[in-house]
């Protein structure tokens, strides 16, 4: 089916052969990967996979030591400093941890990439950030609050509205129902599906939740450890639509599925045993 | 920075290692150690370039100037002006005696003046900014980095170097001269009331001596060193901060080191722009002015 897609449609991501490696640490090997435009691409991984570097290589705030990504058929490590921010406006990014910026009210917070980008009246500016704050559920009064006033999941709302506010082409999200509970997790799914909904958006979501990658995605990818990799061995052991997903077989796979243990704690163990 | 060091593991045995193997593992550290310096003088150079190529495209917005303005230079002025009354006073309590003894109490006037407009004052300010400005703005940006506000202000199109970077670099730039002029007039005031209150020196004379010793040449001197001090704050601060290791202790880390290597660069900077200014001098008064 995703093959069927990729041929019918012209990608508007194309990750081609990349690598990263920090230090003497590789953390992404040889990943292709082809995005098409309203596909939602759920990048799934155990901790340290590699899923959040992707997710920043593709924005170009991590480069990668080999290989390219395409955004529209422009190299984005090819694009000087300003011709990529001029880029990065067609990008929505929503970080783990909402990344708002703690010296500024939520309403500076939300309103800041059209101060920076756009020629609006003051306004203007209130009308658009009332309105994407009321899309993710937030009231009016929020906006004189600073960040550490609100809880998590209202962070990670603010933190949407803030990447929906220049309606972006392609929406990142690091993480979003990481470290709330489950109702509030679902809400974000669901402003993540009613976003989709409202405007033709190319999605791609990093999480550990299942229920995330079984509610949202089009698409799933799993990625792993290059720690855990035999030399020959591609990183992505999984590409495909959810149903694929639930019947597939590759033991690696069902593993991280269905969140079973195996044979990690004995290794962990033998890893902390002295010698 | 790690080293790995094998020469005493449990590997070898604990036995001691051969000479030749601890020369190698010796000339090893040293090579790390400087290719890692290296590359991190190459990596400042460049940080410093994006910021100046960015500073003269554009000019930052005036809500991220002013209030780096403000904190840089109005909430820095009561510290740099206490301290440099107290260095003024301090200065006239070390002086006294030795003059005293050769009967040229009132010359200290110009003492005190001509170290504190060349020297202390300029000196003394940018300590002082590296204290509280530096080290707060590495801390700020450090935990900025580590939070990911940096990453979000790329993702969102803004450029951090612009947005963050630019607008510190010309608030110390632009508000250390200032509050070196605070330093120095602070100073010279309190080393005059001290001489003249509590050592009884003729005011006349003090006041002439000095006018007669320090020049304008002198007051530009500290002020020009300064414009440099500030600059190098702000370079490394920022590059610090932009530069943080995670975790708190990464963001302490990077205050703490802001300030060493601030305060390191603040003293080479201030001996070679002395040696410079001193040609400059006595290139344009071949004749110079002596004390005695």
Redo the contacts between chains.
Sequence with gaps: MIESLLEEQKPVVEIEDVCVTFGQQPVLRDIRIKIVPGQTLVLLGESGCGKTVLM?TV?G?IKPNRGRVLFDDQDINTLS??AM?????R?G?V???A????SMTIGQNVA??LR??GNHNPHRIRELVLARLAEVGLPDHVVYKKPAELSGGMRKRVGLA?ALI?NPELILYDEPTTGLDPIMSDVINELIIRTRRRNPVTSIVVTHDMNTARKVADRVIMLYPMSRLQEDEPQIIFDGSPDELEKCRDRRVRQFVNGEAGERLMEMRAAATPI | MSTEISVNSPANGGQKPGFGRALYEWVADWGRIVIESVIALGDFSIFCWRMISWMVSRLPQRETIFPNLYQVGVLSLPVVALTGTFIGMVLAVQSYFQFSQLNLETRLGAVINMTLVRELGPVLAATMLAGRVGSAMAAELGTMRVTEQIDALAAMGANPIQYLVVPRFLACLLMIPTLTVMADFMGVAGGYFYSTLVYDIDRHYYWSNSASFVGWFDIFTGIFKSLFFGAAIAMVSCYQGFHCAPGAEGVGKAATTSFVYSFVMILVLDLFLGIWLDKVYFLLFPQGVTLF
């Excluded at chain 1, 990344?99 to 703690?102: E, G, S, T, V």
């Design positions: 920043k924005i705030l400093e300003k921010s001029r880029l990065r406006l990008f990014f970080f783990q941890n990344a708002l910026f703690d800041f990439p920076q980008h803030r220049m």
